[in-house]
Each structure stands twice: as structure tokens, then as C-alpha cells.
């Protein structure tokens, strides 16, 4: 069939453009040097604007259009491609150009708009942009499906499939069995191992550590690597090019070894995706939730656990052997756990984390049904907080305005993030009735696990829906009461 | 003029596919793991094809002929803008088109073939290829000028201007006036300084100490950065971004010490040209003889001179305090000019250097005018390096296949690597008529220096042709004498 060879052939056009974005946008984060700013951002603008000119090319379009016409004389893998390209085109062509370009301009704008309004601790500087933005979103949504509710369709954008009929459920879960535990705890949070953590550790130390950390967690060295950045992250190309980085605080050793960790979850779904696809729509992680589960996983559930510290702290002990003085395996274990109710959620511990998305998920909600105005957000975000964790911030800076997501458009994002850790419970469960997972990070076998996953989840790439691959994984569909049973599980017994 | 704004155009859009291939190469080669590989050649080959497809469309040769035939009207630089553009066309378009993709397979396998032929030791093997590749460049440069010497015409694609009658003129005054003191020098030398050479120098220490090299050269850290690679080189993308690496090895000091600053010549150079030629052809240094006499320059009469060690040596002695133990700077300036009869050109010192040059000139020469074939070049090889520097390989793998160069259809680019160090020589007296050369090395004031050759040289990228450059910085034409001068002056204290 003539179509599917013209829809290779623009796929992998549009993979040429791609790799050069990526590798650029990598070299951007990781090393190129300051003044080459403007020039990059005028370079890559160009870059990105053939790119999207191919992606919305009328040849395109009409070419998908054919596949979709027979989508019945096409293979299952097919199928699904073409059903997903079908999808990211309407979600673009029906938006009217110029409402695209100006939204486009808005948010770059938005992107400088916030930063100065978070810099200066003024929200009414960011609220006009931040009103524009959800009108945008809630129109655009409409374009695509004027008979669905706006959100289900920004939801959709970042886990295929979750509508918000789904994510109350799972937050409402989370209000009713876990915030009252969570506040319980956090009561009982102390300062015990401040020292422990916030101690000197010389940087290249860190770096050993991290570098032994690939090598214990089977991280293909010869397909990958690690290098640092502001803000810790994970680019691919291909499964034989997947990159990671992590940052080192001389003063916080936990922020590289668990940005290593989480980073190396990403990483390793990356790498054990299969290279069949890599020519097609469906190379990759299936969503930002499963991808999430996957760095959630690595850095909790293994990176967290006791069997981890009992494994590793002899190697910790090698490299900081001043800094571990008078401390056990056991320490290590409850600092890396340590709770605390804080303002915001990048510094949040895995138990308080789902409270600053639960926040985010409710304040999403009421601005698409329009039961809360941008103006009051303020107010809202600070009464949210302080009823989910006892803390109120002092200014909006470290309230409303902490977060970049809503400048660049991204509504609909911030859930994933707590559905990524439920999820993980739920994997977490499903794993333990096959594995022992202990015993195997003890036995410094966790290419065991990173197998398992593999064939479970990895290797399928985007093929699978997020839905498909949590029963194929688990047998069940997805129920947030693991997650609730899990943190329980672990925080009773660490607190006692 | 509408084709001026069409030409334009072209030219941005050529230069973000040029920005996007140099930063992958530079990923390539600095840093990207192995299993990339495949992937990579795939991607970047499929941007490369755009590239050349914009360079040759038939929209951009139409707009460049309108310009040509419009010279007059166009400002200087524009005028030298549409001739290159004009020539680079010439070189290609004439070409028949299946000639032209045959060529490009035969380049690509023969490199392959080279390697292995290399390795093996095997000349036989490769002749084939090399044949081939003489016949088609010298095909080449009759379509495009098809009344000049072919040589000529591959001599000008790698220094504009330059013939075979000069290059005769250079390489018999070298080899009247040097080479017999190139011989006299090698029968003194010596392995007084073996020791200082190749005892064992901690990588780590190494990286500071060409870090401490950026910083006095005045390299602009903002603008670029320094990294490791096999073979160590500069490649920029705007004088905002300039990046080159250099390579350390244990145990031999000098050679992470001069290529870090012969590439720091390459660097200065890039970075001291006018942004205003960022969008243009005009960007970037003029030629390889030019810009290897910037290298040159930098290594040789810069960090190869007394006042150099004088200056640096303290520095070298705080970071190897046990090998420096016993030396002074003196010893440190003769150790770095160890002067020694060597079979291998990368690994040839300054003195010598010239004469594996000369070789390969003459070889090349022969091959264009018919009066050696490509069988013969063995026993050729081995007769001329015995002849200039008293020295015979034992296999061919030490002589005619040691260099990639030809098996790329290289040929004409090797006596720019001897020109630019003659350049260098003569920018060199030029300049101290006007500046205290070893004064401003001890004042730690090389920024000076930069800024002389940014004023006389840098500033004007490829706006200028190497001819009207070197009368412009030395007040007269290029002249070989001076180099002679320089080498024997140099040597001739050192060796007594």
C-alpha cells in the first residue's frame, strides 16, 4: 500500500528533525556555554518549526487520513500508530492558525511572565497570563471534542485514557484513607538525622557513588550516560542512546543519589524498550504516569528500602568514611525516609508528595468547571495546603506561583506525578508475588527486576495504553487503594 | 532586491541544518555512547542530505546567478559573499550526478578500506581505492575549470589562491635552506629529557593545568568550553559558541599541554570573529593555512618559548611537585622542543614537522601530473622520508598508510598544515615590530597578543581572502624565507 510506505517515510523524517532537537536540547542542559543562548534558541526555533510544518503538512494529514479510512486492512501495531498520529492531528488542525500563534506567543511570554512574578512574589503580574492560558486550553479542547469535558481531554494530553471521573476517585481514595495518616506522621516527624543529611559530602565523592549506582542498577553504560544539570532529567534518541542526569548538592546528599536513582528508572524503561519501534509513533515510554511508576519505583521502592542501605552502606561507609561515622545501615534507611510537612513540592518526601498534587488536581478541576476564578487561586491554594498538611505558606512565591507548569500550558500534568507512585504500589505488589525483592537487591542482582520489567512493561514501548500494560502487569485495572496500602505499610513501621 | 533577500533566507536555513550537525558531531566525538553509532549515521545522514539538497536546489543556484550577474550593484562583502557561494556551486554542480553519488560511496567504503588496510599493513588492499579517488578528484576539477592544472584547482578548495607554482616556490626554498639543518639538528639530538617527558603525570592534575591554559590565553569560558577527545580538535557554530577538546595521556605531559593551546589558536581565532558574518558565508576562519597558523602560532611561538616556562613553570611545579623535582624552566622549554627523526607526521615535532609535509606535497604532485602511479608509492614514500630526514619505514603502515586524509579525497589539504606554520612565522615578526611578545607572556597579558591578531586578522573571518590577509597583518606577501629564519634561529640556540 502506497500510504503506509509515504507514512514511513515522513515518521522517519520527522525522527531526523527530532534526534537534532533532542541531542541540542541535551548539549543545551548539560554543558553549552552561556553566551550561545540566542544563537541555539534562533537555530532550534527553526529546527522545531520544520518539524511542526512536517506534522501538520497537508501530505501528512492526507496520508493519515487514508490509513485511518482502513484501519481494518492494517496490522494491530499499525493500527495503533495510525489511531495515535489521527489523534495528534486533530488535537492541532482544528485549532484556527492564528489562535494557535497567539497561544504560542502567550506562553513563551507566560514562561518570563511567571519567572519575574515568582522572583518579585507577585501574583497579580502572572494572573492575567495564567487566566488567558486556561481559556485557551478549555477552547482548545473543545475544538478536538466539543462533546467532552474540556478537562478529560487535557488529561488525556498526559495518560491516555484518565478522565477525571478516574482521578476523583483516586484523590478522593487519598483524601479519605490517607490524609489523616499522613498528618499523623508528619506529627511525629523529628530531627534526628539533620546531621546525617545535611553534612558536608564532597562532590566527586558523589560522583563515585552515582557512577556505582549505574553499575549495581545494570544501567548499559555502553547505550547511556550520566551527566549533571540544574534540574535532573532523562533524554533519548533510541534505546541504544538514553541519557540521565543528576545533581549534586555538597550539602544534601540524598538530592544525587535519589535523582540518580529516579533518573535511572526513566533510563532503564528507555533502554529495555524494544528497537522495533524506533521508527514509529510508538518508540518510547506509553505515558508520563507509567514513566513516572517507573522512576517512582526505582527510587522508592528499591532506592528507599532497607534491603537497599543494608546492601550499600559498606560502599557509603568507603567513600564518606567520616560522614557515616556512628551511623548503621538502619539510619540510613529512616534518613532517606525522613518526613516533614514542607510548602513545596519539589522538596516534598515520598508520603507528602501525593498531598501537593491532590492540591494542584483540585485547583485544576475547579478552574475547568469554572467554579473557582484566577483570582482567588491565592487563597485557594493556601487553604488546600494547610488542610491536606498543616501549612500555610507565607507568600505566594512559595504558594501558588511555585510551580512552572501552568505558565507553559501544561494543565492536565501535575496528576501524573501521584498516579505514577500509585501505580508503583500497584507493580510493587504484582512483582512481590514473583519475585523477592529484597533478597535480590541484596544478592546486588536488580538486573533481575529490571528483566522483569522488561517483559512486562518495558519492551512494548508506547504500543500498549497505560491502561493495557497495568493489567497486563497486574491482572487488574488500576485501584489506588495499593498505593494507600503500601505507604501505610512502610510509614507505621518506621514510625512505629 | 528581492534575490538578496531570498539568498538570504537560503543561507539562515543552511545554517541551522549546519548548526544542528555540529553540535551531533561534536556529541559524536566527545561523548555519546557506543551503541549510538548506527542510529546517529542514520539521523545525521538523513540532515546531511537535506542540507546538501538545499545547497544545490535549483531555487538557490537561480538566486545566486541573478546575484552574479548583478555584482556590481552589491556591497563589498556581499560581492565576496556571492562569488564563494558561486564557486562552491561551480565545484559541484558540474558534476553529473551519478558521478557524483558514485564518488560519495566510493569515499565512504574506501575509509573503511583504508582502516583495515592500515591495520594490516596491507597496501595492495587499498591501492584500488586510491586509485580511483586520483582519478575522480582530478575528473572533478576539470568540470570545474577544465583549462586549469587540476591540481591547482584541489590546491584552491582548501586555501583560496593557492597554486602548485607557489607551493613549489615554498617547499624548494625548504628544501634548499632547511632541510640540511633539519638533518644536522636531529644527528645532535638527544634523550636528556626522556624522563621529564614520560614519566607518569596524574590525568586530574593534567585537567587543571589546562584549565589554568584557558585561563591564561584569555579563552572566553562563557563563549566555549574544553573537553576530551581521541583526536583532539575545535569546532564552533558562532563566536558565541567554540568548543575543542584535547587529549591527556599519562604518560606523556606535552601532549595534553600544546594540543590545548594549539587549539586554543584554533579557538581564539573562532571566537574573536565578528558576529555580524553569523548569518552569512563570510563566518568563521578564511582557510585552513590561515588557521593553522593560528594553532601554530599559539603552540609553537607561544608555548613553546622560553618566556613561556619561565612564566609557567611555577604552576607546573605545584601540580607535579615529584616530577618537576630536579628541573627548571629551562630545561622545561628544551624538553617541550625535543627535536627527533620520526616515521610518523602527528607525531612529529615542530623542526621536523615541514619535511612529512614536503613528502606528501611532492607525492601528491606526482600523482596529478601523471609522473608516478598510484602502485609505485610505496618505495616513493620510503625513498623521499629517507632522503629528508634520514629515516625508513619498515612497513607501509609507518608510511604511505599512516594518514586518513586520501582515502576521504583529501588530496591538496596536507601542504596547508606546512603553509600555516610558515604563516605563523611571518605574523610572528610582524608582530614584534609592534609588541614585546615575551614581555607580555611574562606579564600574563596574552589577551594582548589576541587582541593584536582579533584586529589584524580575527575580526574579518572569511571576509578576506589568506593573500590579502597576510599582506594586510605582515605588510607583504607571503614569503617563506621567514620561516626558514624563524626555525633556525629557534633551533639553532637550542641545539647550539
Known amino acids: 500500500m502506497e500510504a503506509i510506505k509515504k507514512f ?98 502567550l506562553i513563551t ?13 507577585d501574583y497579580q503580574a502572572f494572573k492575567g497570563n495564567l487566566k488567558k492560558i486556561v481559556e485557551y486550553n478549555k477552547k482548545f479542547a473543545l475544538y478536538y471534542d466539543s462533546d467532552s469535558n474540556p478537562y478529560d481531554t487535557m488529561l488525556d494530553d498526559y495518560e491516555e485514557g484518565m478522565t477525571s471521573k478516574e482521578y476523583d476517585h483516586f484523590f478522593n481514595t487519598l483524601k479519605r484513607d490517607l490524609v489523616p495518616f499522613v498528618k499523623d506522621i508528619v506529627r511525629k516527624s523529628n530531627h534526628q538525622y539533620d546531621e546525617l543529611r545535611s553534612q558536608s ?26 551527566k549533571e544539570s540544574v534540574h535532573p532529567f532523562t533524554w533519548n534518541t533510541s534505546p541504544e542512546d538514553v541519557r540521565l542526569t543528576t545533581k549534586y548538592m555538597e550539602n544534601y546528599i540524598f538530592s544525587s543519589i535519589y535523582s540518580t536513582i529516579h ?9 529495555q524498550v524494544s528497537t522495533d519501534f524506533d521508527d514509529t509513533l510508538l518508540n518510547g515510554g506509553t505515558s508520563m504516569g507509567i514513566h513516572e511508576s517507573q522512576s517512582r519505583f526505582y527510587e522508592n521502592n528499591i532506592g528507599r528500602s532497607l534491603a537497599f542501605w543494608q546492601t550499600h ?34 522538596e516534598a518526601d515520598e508520603l507528602t508528595y501525593p498531598m501537593h498534587i491532590m492540591l494542584r488536581y483540585d485547583i485544576e478541576h475547579m478552574l ?23 501549612v500555610r ?58 528483566l522483569w520489567l522488561k517483559d512486562k512493561i518495558h519492551k512494548y514501548g508506547s504500543s500498549k495504553t497505560p491502561k493495557e500494560l497495568m493489567e497486563m502487569v497486574s491482572g487488574q485495572k488500576f485501584n489506588p487503594s495499593y498505593y494507600v496500602r503500601y505507604l501505610k505499610e512502610k510509614y507505621s513501621k518506621i514510625y512505629n
Open 263 to 271: 533518573e535511572l528508572g526513566h533510563a532503564t524503561y528507555e533502554q
Open 393 to 450: 505558606p507565607k507568600n505566594d512565591s512559595e504558594g501558588v506561583l511555585q510551580d512552572v507548569h501552568w505558565s507553559g500550558g501544561m494543565l492536565g500534568y501535575f496528576p501524573t506525578y501521584a498516579l505514577g507512585s500509585a501505580y508503583s504500589a500497584q507493580i510493587y505488589y504484582a512483582m512481590k508475588k514473583e519475585l523477592d525483592i529484597d533478597q535480590l537487591i541484596k544478592d546486588h542482582n536488580i538486573q533481575k527486576i529490571n
Open 368 to 390: 475547568m468547571d469554572g467554579s473557582v476564578d484566577v483570582d482567588e487561586l491565592p487563597k485557594v491554594w493556601n487553604d488546600l495546603i494547610e488542610e491536606y498538611l498543616g
Open 8 to 105: 514511513r517515510e515522513m515518521i522517519k523524517k520527522m525522527k531526523a528533525y527530532q534526534y537534532a532537537l533532542t541531542i541540542i536540547g541535551w548539549d543545551s542542559n548539560t554543558e553549552a556555554p552561556r553566551n550561545s543562548f540566542e544563537r541555539r534558541s534562533e537555530m532550534s526555533g527553526y529546527l522545531s518549526k520544520e518539524l511542526f510544518a512536517l506534522r501538520t503538512s497537508e501530505k501528512y494529514q492526507e496520508t493519515v487520513k487514508v490509513l485511518y479510512a482502513n484501519l481494518e486492512d492494517l496490522d494491530d501495531l499499525l493500527q495503533r500508530e495510525v489511531k495515535k498520529a489521527k489523534k495528534e492531528l486533530d488535537k492541532i488542525v482544528n485549532i484556527p492558525e492564528d489562535e494557535y500563534v497567539d497561544y504560542m506567543k
Open 313 to 346: 552502606f559498606k560502599k557509603f561507609q568507603e567513600l564518606f568514611p567520616e560522614q557515616s561515622q556512628g551511623y548503621t545501615a538502619l539510619d540510613m534507611f529512616k534518613a532517606s525516609n525522613h518526613v516533614e510537612a514542607s510548602l513545596i513540592r519539589i
Open 109 to 121: 511570554h507566560s514562561q518570563i511572565v511567571w519567572e519575574d512574578a515568582k522572583e518579585n512574589n
Open 201 to 226: 559530602y564532597p562532590k566527586e565523592k558523589q560522583r563515585e557513588f552515582s557512577q556505582y549506582l549505574l553499575d549495581e542498577f545494570a544501567f548499559d553504560k555502553k547505550s547511556g550516560l550520566l
